[in-house]
């Protein structure tokens, strides 16, 4: 069974400019999850996806935040413009539903100059 | 006080040591923990869940004392490949509340 991928790996951007990270979860995963991931810190969850409804953004900052998941299984994340502070791994999870394991991507790199 | 607080590390046992890592959450409505495991620039993948009971799998054994609001880790016989960061993960409230994670605590283990 695969994984759940994200794209890209890596990105390196200047400060001001758009980026957007993709995730395909694992198939029939209802559940999807985009954290964030600062150095030396534990996962913080930005978005909760069940299906293609988001049922937490408390924590996404919304003037420069967004996601969609327009079908249900693939999602994408959006930030413009790109801060300095916003340099970090962005890891996406799924689950079959809110009570499983949840099940982390490899991650993106983002490195704000 | 932090939601979910772990020892701050990092530990370093040599091969074959016992290790115990510690947590505490904030939250009493907290259901369900975790310990994840997070290798070096990788993603975090689950190692256990935790039981009121407490549980153990193979040299592994995890405790939780809901009154004290706290949960441990042990580590027996240590090896190389353990090395790594331990995440202490518990849910945010409720059933299906999300998932917290601890700072996590390096461990490193050496011949």
């Known amino acids: 069974e695969a994984g759940v991928v994200q794209s890209p790996r890596y990105k390196i951007i200047e400060k001001k400019q758009p980026v957007a990270f993709w995730c395909n979860p694992i198939?029939?995963?209802?559940?999807l999850y985009w954290y964030r991931q600062n150095l030396g810190q534990g996962p913080e969850l930005l978005i909760r996806?069940?299906?293609?409804?988001?049922?937490?953004d408390s924590q996404l900052p919304k003037d420069r935040f967004s996601a969609e998941r327009l079908k249900g299984v693939d999602s994408t994340l959006k930030i413009q413009p790109a801060e300095l502070g916003d340099s970090a791994v962005y890891l996406c999870?799924?689950?079959?539903?809110?009570?499983?394991?949840?099940?982390f991507g490899p991650g993106t790199r983002l490195t704000v100059l | 006080r932090k939601e979910v607080e772990q020892d701050p590390g990092p530990f370093n046992v040599p091969e074959g040591a016992t290790v115990a890592f510690n947590c505490t959450y904030s939250?009493?409505?907290?259901?369900?923990f975790f310990w994840y495991r997070q290798d070096c620039r990788k993603e975090p993948k689950l190692l256990m869940s935790?039981?009121?009971s407490g549980n153990e799998d193979g040299r592994f054994t995890a405790q939780l004392n809901r009154a004290s609001q706290y949960i441990s880790l042990l580590i027996r016989d240590s090896k190389l490949s353990d090395s790594a960061t331990y995440l202490c993960?518990?849910?945010?409230?409720?059933?299906?509340?999300?998932?917290?994670f601890g700072k996590g605590t390096k461990l490193s283990v050496k011949p």
């Open positions: 999870a799924s689950n079959r539903d809110s009570y499983n394991e949840q099940f």
């Open positions: 198939s029939g995963h209802n559940t």
């Open positions: 996806y069940e299906n293609e409804e988001a049922v937490d």
């Open positions: 939250n009493s409505a907290s259901q369900s």
């Open positions: 935790v039981y009121s």
């Open positions: 993960v518990v849910n945010s409230g409720g059933s299906q509340g999300n998932l917290i």
